[in-house]
């Protein structure tokens, strides 16, 4: 089901994550706009297997046509990330910090920031609500539930715009996964890679448990 003023879900970055939640949005009624770091033209198989309700675009596009945006990049690419396309937009960011892959980045590496805060920094006029960072790719498709199902699995979000919250919350749910909201993008570290919370599969009450065991 859609949400009110939500018809079309653009998403930056097209691999595991974004394919999935793709596919998501989707059968739950959305129009997609998908892009990648190269091009429209490489996303023809993708899109056709997505079917007619998606299209393929470049980030500045995807960014413009979404009323609600997933950015879903490596880390280290965050600053490509189009700034004015996404004024004002509620952008979803499922990113994790991978040295390996990103690189050290000081900010992450002494705590004093978050990965969702570098991104909201770099969008200081978009809502930034962190979501979808904790969950293997795959199983976004496979353990999505109805709501009121016991034991549900739950997914984490952050943010510091409660009303972009309450409109991510009710896309997830509507995703199948009921939600834990860990307060503000500053708390987002509890769900990060290498915390208890991220990876394994959790009710609400078992996610909410392992927030609290988190360590900075």
């Keep these: 089901m859609q949400l009110p003023g939500i018809q079309t879900i653009g998403l930056i970055g097209a691999g595991n994550i974004g394919s999935q939640l793709a596919r998501l949005s989707i059968a739950s009624g959305y129009d997609v706009v998908i892009s990648n770091s190269r091009g429209p033209e490489t996303l023809a198989d993708l899109v056709a297997k997505l079917g007619p309700k998606a299209r393929a675009a470049t980030s500045e596009e995807a960014a413009a046509a979404g009323d609600l945006v997933v950015v879903t990049v490596p880390l280290k690419n965050y600053e490509s990330v189009p700034v004015e396309p996404l004024a004002g937009k509620i952008v979803i960011d499922t990113n994790n910090y991978y040295p390996e892959r990103d690189g050290q ?112």
């Design 105 to 216: 980045i000081a900010e992450l590496d002494d705590k004093s920031n978050t990965t969702a805060g570098m991104l909201q920094r770099h969008l200081p006029s978009s809502k930034v609500v962190k979501a979808f960072n904790h969950i293997e790719s795959a199983k976004l498709t496979t353990e999505g539930q109805a709501s009121g199902t016991d034991n549900r699995r739950a997914l984490v979000i952050a943010g510091d715009v409660a009303e972009a919250k309450t409109i991510v919350t009710s896309l997830i749910d509507g995703f199948g996964f009921d939600v834990v909201d860990v307060g503000s993008l500053s708390n987002s570290w509890r769900v990060e890679n290498g915390q208890p919370a991220y990876g394994p599969r959790f009710t609400v009450a078992e996610l909410t448990e392992k927030l609290a065991e988190a360590t900075r």
